[in-house]
């Protein structure tokens, strides 16, 4: 009797990893309109747009969420230096100006402003994510090399830790931040996951439904900057969505 139990319910969590993985490329689909490059715009420049990070679209379809240190700290007026997005579309790049609406340092947030027509809006979930669970994302890994073409990754939240945004520069999470990090912890969601930079303010999100649970901020470096491309640690952090979903209105 046990034996046979046993065997259903590993029938049962079989069948469900299989459904998930057959549902992920209609998700992934609906996901991709919604997921555009954050950068500068300068008319100047060669190329005038300039790529910093991933973001996506929430709310009324024309604000953008993404992380507050892909931001710039300052632009160059001189030189009508702008906020701006890319939107793929096929082999064309839609770019679009953007100002900045609201951000959160302390969660790494951030929300933009973009004009024009509104694009496909994600949902955001403040239900209970539960380590284990499946998660993907998609943004542009590296995508100042590798274009703007928007790749997704799948993995489980390995865990759920209390982690402070470390000052100064959160685009990588090295050992001796992790020893050194400030007060005000909050939890986060451990992805394993392999991210680059430039998945900075992915949407991580459920690969059944596409509701988006968290925002992708950090890497794990285990030595130096460099590593990350050479030798990614497959460990990624997430900002949960009920961070984002208080800087809208």
């Known amino acids: 009797m046990h034996r046979w139990f ?6 049962l969590i079989v069948i469900a990893m299989a459904s998930a993985r057959a549902d992920l490329p209609a998700t992934v689909a609906r996901i991709k309109p919604s997921i555009v490059a954050v950068g500068t715009y300068e008319p100047t420049r060669s190329p005038a747009f300039r790529f910093l990070g991933t973001g996506f679209v ?10 507050a240190h892909v931001l710039p ?23 679009r100006s953007a100002e900045k609406l ?20 994600l949902n955001l979930s403040d239900v209970e994510v539960l380590e284990g ?10 995508g100042s090399a590798l274009g703007l073409k928007p790749a997704t990754h799948r993995g489980i939240v390995a865990a759920i830790t209390p982690i402070s945004i470390p000052r100064g520069n959160a685009r990588e999470l090295n050992a001796r931040q992790i020893r050194s990090l400030g007060s005000d912890p909050f939890s986060v969601y451990q992805l394993d996951a ?6 900075s303010g992915s949407p991580l999100f459920d690969p059944e439904s596409g509701v988006v649970i968290g925002v992708l901020n950090m890497v794990f470096v285990k030595e130096t900057k460099e590593n990350v491309l050479s030798k990614p640690s497959g460990i990624s952090y997430a900002i949960p969505a009920r961070y984002l979903n208080q800087l809208l209105p």
């Not at 632009?75 to 770019?95: C, M, T, W, Y």
């Not at 609201?102 to 809006?121: C, E, Y």
């Not at 669970?133 to 590296?142: C, K, L, M, R």
């Open 133 to 142: 669970q499946s998660v993907a994302f998609t943004g542009f890994p590296i």
């Open 194 to 199: 392999t991210a680059y930079p430039g998945n």
């Open 73 to 95: 700290a300052s632009l160059d007026a001189s030189l009508r230096e702008s906020l701006a997005v890319a939107i793929p579309l096929g082999d064309k790049v839609n770019v």
């Open 6 to 11: 046993r065997l259903a319910a590993g029938l």
């Open 102 to 121: 609201r951000s959160d340092p302390a969660h790494d947030l951030a929300t933009l402003r973009i004009v024009g027509p509104a694009l496909p809006a």
């Open 58 to 67: 929430v709310g009324d379809g024309l604000t953008i969420a993404t992380n």
